[in-house]
């Protein structure tokens, strides 16, 4: 259960220093100083202008009750953005995750969907290793014509297909690609879990 775990982690106050909470769990209670962004700022945009952000986010952690995604929406909202792409969201995302992302998604944006991907591997931890999100909000969401979330197992992907004018399409990836590691390092790492994963489906050579 995720409250259970974010309860019992804030009990662990003789092994986790308040110095160490901050950098395993980076939130809007970040020290201004710790919180550093850099390239251009981003203006207001125009109502004809669709806004698409990135990150690799380094992991959604669900300890501290949502806080990081809470902060990632209202990042969001404050951006301007209309699509959202999210790598290595380090979730094991289930149906009950994905209401409770798409609720918090939803208290900013109305009118939004979400799309998560994680890897078949089984897990009884809500934190997994990898996975990708795709968040689109808005008047967009009513051009989305189809969705996809990675069916291969790898849970490396997610895309959708918009409606343009004169009958164009737009496809919106979010993915995440591994770095080339020669063997697996560790045993729940997403270059493991995906080595097991390949193995299953008989390729001879994982790379």
Known sequence: DDQRT???????DTKYSTKIKKALFYTSETPPDMNITWGDQLLSKSSETMRILFQNINGVQLATNWNKWRDIVSEMSEQQGDILGLAETNINWNPTRNKQALRLLRTQFKHSILLNATSDEPSTSFHKPGGASLAIVGNIVGTISKKYIDD???GRWVYTVLNAKHHRKIVVITAYRLCHNYLPKGH???YSQQYRILRR???KNPQ
């Not at 974010?6 to 662990?12: E, L, P, Q, R, W």
């Open 6 to 12: 974010y309860d019992k982690f804030n009990t662990y």
């Open 152 to 154: 291969t197992g790898l």
């Open 188 to 190: 729940e790492t997403t």
């Open 201 to 203: 489906q008989n390729v």
